[in-house]
């Protein structure tokens, strides 16, 4: 397919998080079909370039600075077309740790307080942010990265799923408060995903364990969970994004759009 059946040339989608991870493959997408994606990131320099596609520093749970990642992207490009609010992460653990043998493994204040600051409040900060600038220009995409956690819920990842349960709110809200200016809101939810090399051994660690196994003994045989018998590829999570900030999904809004292999049920 061509890829400027999308007509993003010259479109300007800033990806929170997008210097690593599926946000990198978000922005490496959208560059390749001609976009202007702006990297939004805690390990970047404002100004820089990274494959091609400028670079903003940004803390996404502070409001300072969410208010000058957007002030620079205006000062270079002049407007804003789309965000994908990619930025999260992931602490997994337990409610009670049953066994009590780690218990840094179990909730508590500060995990579940850094998962709600970068996943709930930076979502918001950086939406809201962007959408005074979209009501200035008459339209806007504003794409939530969910996940299918936030529905189906997940073993050792309680707190993280809840803040996915919350972003798809945030997108079914707020489609209906901005639909009317012409800017839509809406997000993807991936399932289980190809690695992104964002998974440190002390994650896999701390994910065995509210799994009740050994690291090694993760399992990674998608055959017996999802339908399609494979894990998803990094690269469709960006060529769907691309889409749905496109026009071509201009009647889309409102809702999430999983990319999970069929392994969902809503």
């Known amino acids: 397919m061509n890829q400027n059946w999308l007509e993003l040339e010259d479109k300007v989608v800033i990806v929170t998080g ?26 970047v320099k404002t100004g820089e370039e990274m494959d091609g596609a400028y670079c903003v520093q940004c803390d996404v749970t ?22 994908v609010n990619n930025a999260g ?16 493994y179990e909730l508590n204040d500060e995990s579940f307080g850094k998962m709600f600051a970068v996943n709930v409040k ?24 969910s996940s299918e956690s936030g529905k189906e819920g ?8 809840a803040t996915k349960g919350a972003v798809d709110s945030f997108t079914r809200s707020w489609a209906k408060e901005l639909g ?16 992104t090399g964002l998974r440190t051994p002390a994650y896999n660690e701390a994910l065995a364990y509210t799994r009740g196994c050994k690291p090694e003994d993760l399992s990674t045989d998608y055959s017996k969970v999802i339908p399609m018998g494979r894990d998803g590829k990094l690269d469709e999570v960006g060529d769907l994004v691309a889409y749905l900030v496109s026009d071509r999904a201009s009647y889309i809004a409102g809702t999430t759009v999983n990319i999970s292999g069929g392994k969902s049920r809503g």
Request: aromatic letters at 4%; glycine letters at 10%.
């Open 18 to 43: 997008g210097a690593s991870g599926i946000g990198k493959h978000v922005v490496d997408t959208l560059t390749k079909v001609g976009a202007h994606a702006v990297v939004v990131d805690m390990n």
């Open 62 to 83: 502070s409001s300072d600075s969410v208010k000058a990642m957007v002030d620079a992207v205006i000062e270079k490009y002049g407007h804003i077309d789309a965000l």
């Open 122 to 145: 930076g979502v918001f900060l950086c939406a809201q942010a962007c959408a005074r600038q979209m009501l200035k220009q008459g339209k806007g995409v504003i794409l939530n990265m």
């Open 89 to 104: 992460i992931n602490l997994p653990r337990l409610l009670v740790d049953v066994a009590g043998e780690k218990p840094q």
């Open 154 to 161: 997940s073993q050792g990842q309680s707190a993280y799923s």
């Open 180 to 195: 009317k200016y012409n800017i839509r809101v809406l997000a993807c939810a991936p399932g289980i995903m190809e690695a």
